[in-house]
């Protein structure tokens, strides 16, 4: 799955680039959850901003390249969901050679942690609220059928109210 690199980003510090055109429905990056936290690990504030994902099962990874670098957009064109065990970034929409690989880290997000948004993007919310639940109710609608489904099984009756 050599579709990706890393380089520096208009929208914050690295990104993840793609290195050949990528259609809707792809998959791009497969992602390694193998580096769980364990309560003696130490972490620094910006690993636990920038590079930690708690997942459903009560695990937060830290995660690592290229993953750690895929930059939030209000925008996206990329989630990510679980395929035989894996969870793996997957397009959302067609990507040219060239663009940013990005995901809105609301999508299976329930946490709150509001940081200054920087994506520039036509739909930009102004900040990163990594919590699915405070989207606009039109966007909870567009996004579900990227929800994982560990997300989907955890908040199963907040998203029968959604519907």
Not at 34 to 50: F, M, P, S
Not at 97 to 116: K, Q, V
Request: hydrophobic share 30%.
């Amino acid at each position: 799955m050599d579709k990706t690199e890393v380089r520096s980003s208009d929208i914050q510090g690295k990104g993840v680039f793609a290195t050949v055109d990528i259609l809707k429905g792809d998959s791009i990056l497969k992602m390694d959850d193998t580096h769980v936290i364990t309560d003696g690990t130490k972490l620094t504030e910006y690993q636990k901003e920038y590079e930690c994902d708690w997942l459903g099962d009560g695990k937060t990874i830290l995660m690592q390249a290229p993953e750690k670098h895929i930059n939030h957009s209000c925008s996206p064109n990329t989630y990510a969901k679980t395929i035989n065990g894996v969870r793996t970034v997957v397009a959302m929409k067609d990507i040219k050679s060239g663009e940013e690989i990005t995901y809105d880290y609301a999508i299976n997000g329930y946490y709150d942690s509001d940081t200054p948004c920087c994506c520039r993007s036509i739909n930009c919310r102004g900040t990163i609220s990594p919590n699915f639940f405070k989207l606009p109710k039109e966007r909870q609608l567009q996004y579900l059928p990227y929800l994982d489904d560990w997300f989907t099984a955890k908040f199963k009756e907040k998203i029968e109210e959604i519907k």
